[in-house]
Every structure is written in C-alpha cells, then in structure tokens.
C-alpha cells in the first residue's frame, strides 16, 4: 500500500527549476508537519524545508531564497519549488508527513549537472 508518492525530480541544468510533489494517502490523518529531505552518496540525510498545517515554514540556509515549499491541506500534498539549482543540490529527494505516525516517501532522484 502506497503511503507517499513523490515525483517531478529529473535532470536539470545549473540555473534550471524544478518541481517536486508528494501526495499522501487520504487514509492518512491529522497530518501536522510535512517536509522535504535529501541525502547526495556518502552523505547524511539532511532537512530541506518543513511546513506546518497552517503554513510556518523552515528552510536549510543553503537553500533560502531558491527553493520554496507549499502545501495543499485539502488533498494532502506538499510541494517543492526549486530555483536556481547548483550542482551541489543534487541527491535523492525524499518526502516527509508526520500524522499520528511518521511517513517516507520512496525518494525522487534530482540531477543538477550541465
């Protein structure tokens, strides 16, 4: 049974955007916080941007100003805006929905390279 499904990642030039979404089952409830994470080869898993039910929003330093996150209460889905991306922005993207319990997506692969 799918729980998250992410998409949008892909390959990308340096300065390029791009779009990923996570659609989480309706069968999970009284979502709270939902975020993005990412983990390049050899690397921790690192937070992206959080966003809470009624929208506060944390980002990593490294990507204030160029990615945003946003989310759709109504059908469960988060989002996340990337712009001008570096070469250093490249990892698998993972999802993150914390409801009664805490859920991964499966990841989506980001390619920053020219």
């Known amino acids: 049974q799918v729980q998250l499904e992410e998409s949008g990642g892909g390959l990308v030039q340096p300065g390029g955007s791009l779009r990923l979404s996570c659609a989480a089952s309706?069968?999970?409830?009284?979502?709270?916080?939902m975020g993005w994470y990412r983990q390049a080869p050899g690397n921790q898993r690192e937070l992206v941007a959080i966003?809470?039910?009624?929208?506060?929003?944390t980002y990593a330093d490294s990507v204030k100003g160029r990615f945003t996150i946003t989310r759709d209460n109504a059908k469960n889905t988060v989002f996340l805006q990337m712009n001008d991306l570096k070469p250093e922005d490249t990892a698998a993207y993972y999802c993150?929905?914390?409801?009664?319990?805490?859920?991964w997506g499966q990841g989506t692969q980001v390619t920053v390279s020219s």
């Open positions: 309706r069968s999970i409830f009284r979502i709270t916080d």
């Open positions: 993150k929905v914390v409801s009664l319990s805490t859920y």
């Open positions: 966003i809470t039910y009624g929208g506060s929003t």
